[in-house]
């Protein structure tokens, strides 16, 4: 079995063996999480995240907006109702449409791990109404390393990676800078972003320019350094700073293009252990992001309309917290007691060639937030309790008189059990309730003048219960979990109406996700997941007669086998099936999409210590399908008589990546 078990590690993280070099760091996952590991050696084929988290988990489906930059759904959840931080630190998106979503804003080549949770059992975050994925980067080591890497795919894809790191027992300094570039991809039909958009979309205004048709869909490059401090063995100090530029994005089925979307993180973190009876760990951690988001609409025909020339939404969001947790022993338990407060500001406005300023899309909005939280951790034989509470207070301003200043409190808590009878096997309960504040877009988002968003929105509250269980076999292992979730206040988007058009509704969503493997031999291992569940509104909304949620992606199967030829090469196959829409909100914009299956193949070999190759080729059969829907919180141009305009996956990829390292 112990032979199985180190066969099966080098599968999923094939060639990593050499990784240990500069001291890959894998985070153990548990029955309550899912664990993406080592996601800047194993996922090179672009640097967007939501690309890879949609292929890991099947519970994780994607929302194309372009070559690059998608957003993701966790659970028919997306926006601020799922949390999502980088090393601790939150950064949001500028676009009120989701064309520059928190996993655009840090890049595959410099994440080592991200940790998925689902439901609201996390206290220390605050909104984390339904879950949050947590993003780490990686950390510098001890010596001195180094790697080159480039990577060619189909429709001119090409990227470059350098990384330094080199340190000692007192101080380590890791480097990372890359640069990528892509033509715009081609779906299965063999048609460019140019082209799905000058045949989907209804309005010529709307379409490209001719002489745009050959035009990249992006370009972009990439900064972080990360330093890490040991002052001595029990303090440590953590600074980290990214820097991001993608410029003239191209967005077929939205209005507008980005010129360029610009995003700054930094990080700080110290650590103290062992300062006495009341304080064995103690963390305080702040941070500060800003993020520059232009979209304008020089690329489309309507740009030659005197009158519209140059017309922008140049959005701006910048966000600063600090958060300090305190761990101690107590009364046979431990407890962590914690402090959160930050601050967001979000202004966006409009102009064009002939006004310099036309009117506000946001304006200069700020949320601030205020927390406390507290979560004890306590063993009794084979159990385990964790119980949390968090008490949020948050204030959101707007320099806007005619809209109203909102304040919110809310409490939440959780509490999960753990049974582990024996060391194969686990049961887990979890019920929580937890809350999130309305957005600025959401309460006051202007466009022509009028206004989309509802300053009287109240906070959605998510009740849930989730159990499930994991069993570990002498060849493999299962995992299930189940949820049901009832959303009070849910924030939602109506098609009907010119104004004011979210609402809160009550709403409940409810699935199951199960996740396996399976130790064929020593060489082979084969995997597979399967995530179903079903969304709905507790009554139509006023004037509409369909009570099917948006974002309820249909079940959706993964089966992948790994081949590990020896501890130097190993291929893998992967298999994707995602079932037709048959649930949708026709009513909010929705449509039917056809089901798909998708083939990747990836193969990877070491020729030395020193030299990797990785070959791969995604959607095998060439195959024409559309991962996400048209539900329209996203303003998607129109295509047809009743419809919106679906974008296309790209067709079929092949890519390679030749990494040299020192």
């Not at 028919?76 to 999502?84: F, S, T, Y």
């Not at 779906?187 to 490209?208: P, R, V, W």
């Not at 304008?296 to 947790?325: C, E, S």
């Not at 709905?536 to 007669?545: I, N, P, R, S, Y």
Request: hydrophobic content about 30%.
């Amino acid at each position: 079995m112990n032979k199985k078990i180190c066969l099966s590690l080098s599968c999923a993280f094939a060639l990593n063996l050499y990784a240990q070099d500069l001291g890959t760091m894998e985070v153990a996952e548990k029955v309550t999480n899912k664990v993406v590991n080592n996601v800047n050696t194993q996922d090179i084929k672009n640097a967007d995240l939501a690309e890879v988290l949609a292929k890991k988990s099947p519970s994780i489906s994607m929302i194309r907006r372009s070559g690059i930059a998608n957003d993701i759904i966790l659970r028919g959840q997306k926006r601020d109702n799922i949390k999502v931080t980088i090393d601790g630190g939150m950064i949001h998106g500028a676009c009120p449409n989701r064309m520059d979503p928190p996993t655009s804003h840090i890049i595959t080549s410099n994440i080592q791990t991200v940790e998925i949770n689902e439901g609201p059992f996390d206290v220390t975050e605050f909104g984390n109404l339904s879950g949050n994925v947590k993003i780490t980067t990686q950390k510098p080591q001890t010596g001195v390393h180094g790697s080159l890497e480039g990577t060619f795919g189909s429709f001119g894809y090409k990227k470059g990676v350098i990384n330094a790191s080199a340190g000692n027992e007192k101080i380590k300094v890791a480097v990372t800078y890359s640069k990528e570039e892509s033509d715009q991809y081609k779906d299965g039909n063999g048609d460019t972003l140019f082209e799905q958009n000058s045949k989907n979309a209804t309005t010529a205004a709307d379409k490209y320019q001719d002489k745009y048709k050959d035009m990249k869909a992006y370009e972009k490059q990439s900064l972080m350094v990360k330093t890490i401090i040991n002052i001595n063995d029990n303090h440590e100090l953590e600074i980290s700073g990214t820097k991001n530029e993608s410029d003239n994005i191209l967005y077929p089925s939205t209005g507008m293009d980005a010129k360029y979307d610009d995003s700054k993180l930094f990080n700080a973190k110290y650590t103290a252990k062992n300062l006495g009876s009341f304080s064995k760990k103690l963390e305080v951690k702040i941070f500060k992001s800003d993020v520059d988001h232009p979209m304008d609409i020089t690329l489309r025909n309507k740009n030659t309309n005197a009158m519209m020339a140059g017309m922008t939404n140049h959005l701006t969001t910048d966000a600063k917290g600090l958060k300090v947790m305190n761990t101690f022993d107590a009364l046979g338990s431990e407890f962590l007691v914690g402090l959160d407060t930050s601050k967001r500001n979000w202004d966006g406005k409009y102009y064009n060639d002939k006004k310099p300023f036309i009117g506000h899309s946001i304006d200069d909005s700020d949320t601030k937030n205020n927390a406390l939280f507290i979560k004890n951790t306590k063993k009794i034989d084979n159990f385990k309790f964790e119980v949390g509470a968090r008490y949020d207070k948050t204030k959101i301003d707007t320099a806007n008189s005619s809209d109203e200043d909102r304040e919110y409190n809310s409490l939440s808590g959780n509490v999960v059990v753990t049974l582990t009878p024996n060391k194969n096997t686990q049961y887990f309960v979890g019920i929580g309730k937890a809350s999130r504040v309305p957005d600025a877009r959401e309460l006051y988002f202007q466009k022509s003048g009028k206004s989309i968003g509802t300053d009287t929105l109240e906070k959605t509250t998510n009740t849930e219960i989730d159990f499930g269980l994991e069993h570990k076999y002498e060849d493999g292992k299962v995992k299930a979990k189940f949820f049901y979730s009832k959303l009070e206040n849910y924030i939602y988007f109506r098609n009907s109406g010119t104004e004011n058009k979210f609402e809160n509704i009550d709403a409940k969503i409810y699935g199951l996700e199960l996740n396996g493997s399976y130790y064929i031999n020593d060489t082979l291992t084969l995997d597979a997941g399967y995530a179903y569940k079903v969304g709905k509104k507790d009554e139509a909304m006023t004037g509409q007669t369909d009570k099917d949620l948006a974002d309820i992606t249909p079940a959706k199967t993964t089966i992948g086998l790994t081949y590990d030829h020896s501890d130097m090469t190993s291929l893998r196959t992967e298999f994707v099936n995602v079932a037709k829409w048959d649930k949708f909100d026709s009513d909010n914009g929705e449509q039917a999409l056809d089901s798909y299956n998708i083939v990747n193949i990836k193969a990877q070999t070491a020729f030395s210590k020193n030299i990797e190759l990785t070959v791969g080729v995604d959607n095998l059969f060439d195959e024409t399908y559309a991962v996400s829907n048209t539900y329209s919180d996203l303003t998607l141009l129109a295509s047809g008589s009743n419809e919106k305009m679906l974008l296309n996956e790209p067709g079929r990829y092949v890519y390679a990546n030749l990494k040299f390292k020192f």
